[in-house]
């Protein structure tokens, strides 16, 4: 039996699709990532599976059990870090954990989980006073208590600091190593390739690709040449000189549309060196999970990936998607 | 941590543990709250303190504590089960606590029962310094009956938390703030609390015999000193207690 399952999900707000006959399945020992732009259906997913909404048609299953039919048996045996907020101001750390340790039959030591998740130093500031790492921290802390054997972290290192996101991310390797199964969800993708055994990229409430990142990483697009430099370089002389399309898809990465054989990747420095232009990095064949995600974003959306600012513009005004989110 | 068993399920601890978890939680974010003690314990007390000694208000023939030390018990239960409630429980909505709670083995019911039980203590609390601050002040207990002051504190308390959490379950929480304080002193003046109801002018006389805080002043009155009791202020409350839960289980919306 799979730790979840997402089967054959539709979820629509009035009428708007935000999830759209979605399916994946994770089982228990794996880090599950599910990624997607903005306004993808993530967070409409997780809050199915968490029991907080009803799926409009399809169905989705807890450990086998029903999230809203089933909510009461199911509860102890999940955790939940939602992506803000969740306690109230005035709560300390301490406080917090102790009474959410209360609620389990069989839970953490609430004071050797807050050394682990580094809150020691604040166990007795309020909940207003924290940092947003902090905050961040006391979430997982509040989510790991019961001992889950599933947990679901919605974009767990969001404002949080390096060493925070460290942190969290052996933290959420434990979690799987111990047999538990962890479904995130983010848009930092060096994250999801990091910690994540399996992902699965939505888009528009679609599932566009699932695998493991090595997989996705290897298998797609090996006909084309990403490459970092000064932005702004001449992409029609370089093309030329490439016999190949070349693009700048953001402020200083290219895209060529050719095959990374030796004698291209050979012109395209060849290339930089006459132009005396130093090369950041070159991605041929196997590429980084970010790469996979703006090319099959894009293809599924006809756009790009956010933090191209460009297009997330574009793609705002263009079609009205936020309405989706919640 | 420990390896985790595929085969056997976690389970919650027991529902009196849970609940008193949370009990002792509600309980320690309110006195917490600086708005809270100020409106829950100081706001009754200096009412009591400053009206029983300085005449300004009609009182009639008796003393002014006989008057108002009741009236300011219902002030009490009014501020800790409406206004204390709906601030707290809106904010709470708006800031995800209650989605969180909602993800883990804690109840619904629970979570009511936990914050009514806050609330039964908070105000035995408040009676207990009321009543400290009453006989000090010269009120005398007259035929008072007991019984049917609780039973009447009971009915007062489920239906101002009925209509605190209507308003906390509805509104936006900055919008419930300014309006649990707005009704709040609009009850205060309009139920008869600080002075005689019958001192108001007419129209606005009708609207005050069917407020909850009057009817609870008014029983208090009754049980507690030498005062008649009518038929209509239980009736009142009742109506409130019935009513103000029902209408905020219909509306409640947890984000």
Redesign the interface.
Same mark, same amino acid.
């Given at each position: 039996m799979p730790a979840i399952e997402v089967d054959d999900l539709s979820i629509t707000f009035g009428t708007t699709v935000a999830v759209d006959h979605l399916s994946f399945s994770a089982d228990l020992g794996e880090v599950l990532a599910v990624l997607g732009p903005n306004g993808a259906g993530k967070t409409s997913t997780v809050e199915t599976l968490e029991g907080y909404r009803r799926p409009s048609d399809g169905r989705v299953r807890v450990l086998g059990l029903d999230p809203v039919a089933d909510h009461a048996a199911l509860m102890p045996d999940i955790g939940v870090m939602l992506q803000a907020g969740g306690v109230s101001p005035g709560t300390r750390p301490a406080e917090a954990l102790r009474t959410y340790a209360s609620f389990f039959a069989d839970p953490e030591d609430p004071d050797e989980l807050l050394d682990r998740v580094g809150l020691r130093g604040v166990r007795r500031s309020t909940w207003r006073n924290l940092s947003g790492g902090e905050q961040q921290r006391l979430s997982l802390a509040l989510a790991l208590v019961g001992r889950p054997r599933v947990a679901f972290l919605d974009e767990p290192t969001n404002s949080v600091d390096v060493q925070g996101r460290q942190l969290i991310r052996s933290i959420v390797r434990d979690l799987a190593h111990d047999g538990a199964c962890v479904v995130l969800t983010t848009h930092d993708l060096a994250e999801a390739e990091k910690v994540a055994d399996r992902v699965v990229i939505i888009d528009h409430g679609r599932l566009v690709v699932a695998g493991t990142p090595r997989d996705l990483m290897d298998a797609t697009g090996s006909d084309e040449i990403l490459f970092g430099a000064t932005a702004g370089l001449d992409v029609t002389s370089l093309a030329e000189a490439l016999g190949a399309p070349v693009r700048e898809v953001s402020p200083g990465e290219y895209r060529v549309e050719a095959e990374p054989t030796p004698a291209t990747v050979a012109r395209l420095t060849g290339w930089l060196a006459d132009h005396d232009q130093p090369l950041a990095d070159l991605r041929a064949g196997r590429q980084r999970l970010e790469d996979v995600f703006v090319r099959l974003t894009r293809e599924s959306a006809g756009a790009t990936v956010e933090g191209d600012d460009r297009s997330v513009r574009a793609r705002r005004g263009g079609r009205g998607r936020r309405a989706a989110r919640r | 941590? !420990?390896?985790?068993? /595929?085969d056997v399920?976690? $389970?919650?601890?027991s529902a009196s =543990?849970?609940w008193?978890? $949370?009990t002792?939680?509600e309980l %320690? %974010?309110t006195l =917490? =709250?600086g708005e809270s003690v100020l409106l829950t314990f100081l706001i009754p007390m200096v009412v009591l303190g400053f009206f029983s000694t300085i005449d300004v208000l009609p009182y009639g023939d008796g003393t002014a504590v006989e008057f108002l030390f009741p009236g300011v018990l219902a002030l009490a239960v009014m501020s800790t089960a409406f206004v204390s409630t709906a601030i707290a429980t809106g904010?709470?909505r708006q800031? +995800?606590?209650l989605? =969180?709670l +909602?993800? !883990? /083995? %804690? !109840?619904r019911p629970q979570l009511l029962w936990a914050k009514t039980a806050s609330i039964v203590i908070i105000e035995a609390l408040q009676v207990v310094v009321l009543v400290i601050q009453g006989l000090l002040l010269g009120f005398h207990f007259g035929g008072a009956d007991l019984g049917l002051a609780f039973l009447a504190t009971a009915l007062g308390t489920i239906a101002f938390a009925g209509l605190g959490l209507l308003m906390a379950g509805a509104l936006p929480a900055l919008t419930t703030l300014a309006a649990a304080n707005g009704v709040y002193l609009l009850l205060l003046l309009l139920s008869g609390m600080l002075f005689p109801v019958d001192e108001l002018p007419g129209a606005l006389q009708v609207f005050s015999e069917v407020l909850p805080s009057g009817a609870l002043a008014e029983i208090y009155r009754g049980t507690l000193g030498d005062a008649a009791v009518t038929g209509r202020a239980w009736m009142v409350l009742a109506a409130w207690a019935v009513l103000a839960p029902a209408a905020a289980a219909r509306t409640f919306r947890w984000?």
């Open positions: - | 941590m !420990t390896a985790i068993d /595929p399920r976690n $389970q919650a601890a =543990r849970i008193w978890a $949370q002792r939680s %320690l %974010l =917490r =709250r904010f709470e800031m +995800g606590v989605k =969180r +909602g993800a !883990t /083995p %804690l !109840t984000e």
